[in-house]
């Protein structure tokens, strides 16, 4: 199947810090990405939806000051947790969707752990 | 607006017997339904689909899954289980509102199956 990649695995940050996390589709290109957000033995809630090219749409109640997200190209889009808090400590993961036709399954990548001190 | 609910936290299962694990879900229109796995911090993998067509949907990893139209349905299922089955496995289901075909995820049911 196609391959996501994201990067960092893990990140450890220090309050009041930004952290970028990458995903990056690597054998497809992909003009839609997801990012999602997991707490502890809880599921995946989507927190937004980003579009190459343009501005991403986020989920209601998602800062989208907070959660600041690019898609520079048809193969990455970034994630930047900014002035991160502890409360933002969480598992991310992103996905895309090769193209054809919208009945496809999403392409997720391994996560990014984000432990805020 | 579509759901999926798993009712099961976790499921416990010994090697070598049969699983289900549930999922019912609530769409509008035809729905698009979706089994994918979580390993320990990892990403999900996905294992198989329902888009139309056969009622039965054979996947990855020896699993299959039953949509069931008047029960709601589309439970999880493996004839024999592998003690490397134990993950978590979500129930999704495509949502095309605000115009982009996004998933929506289950709570997540926690399969562990013992030697």
């Known amino acids: 199947g196609a391959v996501v990649s994201q990067h960092p695995s893990w990140v450890i940050c220090k309050s009041g810090t930004s952290v970028k996390i990458e995903c990056r589709s690597l054998?497809?290109?992909?003009?839609?990405m997801f990012w999602y957000r997991q707490f502890p033995k809880q599921s995946l809630m989507l927190m937004a939806t980003?579009?190459?090219?343009?501005?991403?749409?986020?989920e209601q109640g998602v800062e989208k000051d907070k959660f600041l997200i690019n898609h520079a190209s048809l193969t990455l889009s970034t994630l930047t947790v900014t002035s991160a808090h502890p409360e933002d400590s969480s598992f991310y993961i992103c996905?895309?969707?090769?193209?054809?036709?919208?009945?496809?399954?999403?392409?997720f990548g391994e996560g990014s752990r984000l432990t805020v001190l | 607006a579509q759901s999926v609910a798993q009712p099961e936290d976790q499921v416990n299962v010994a090697e070598g017997n049969p699983l289900t694990v549930k999922c019912t879900y609530s769409v509008s229109g035809n729905p698009y339904l979706f089994w994918y796995v979580q390993y320990p911090n990892r990403g999900l993998q996905f294992l198989l689909k329902y888009i139309t067509g056969d009622n039965l949907v054979k996947g990855s990893y020896g699993f299959e899954a039953e949509f069931n139209k008047s029960q709601t349905s589309f439970h999880l299922k493996k004839p024999s289980a592998l003690v490397s089955d134990s993950a978590l496995y979500f129930c999704?289901?495509?949502?095309?509102?605000?115009?982009?075909?996004?998933?929506?995820f289950g709570a997540g049911t926690r399969l562990a199956v013992h030697p």
């Open positions: 980003s579009n190459e090219g343009s501005k991403a749409t986020y």
């Open positions: 996905s895309a969707r090769t193209s054809g036709p919208n009945t496809g399954e999403l392409f």
């Open positions: 054998d497809f290109q992909a003009t839609t």
């Open positions: 999704a289901v495509r949502d095309i509102s605000g115009g982009y075909n996004k998933l929506i």
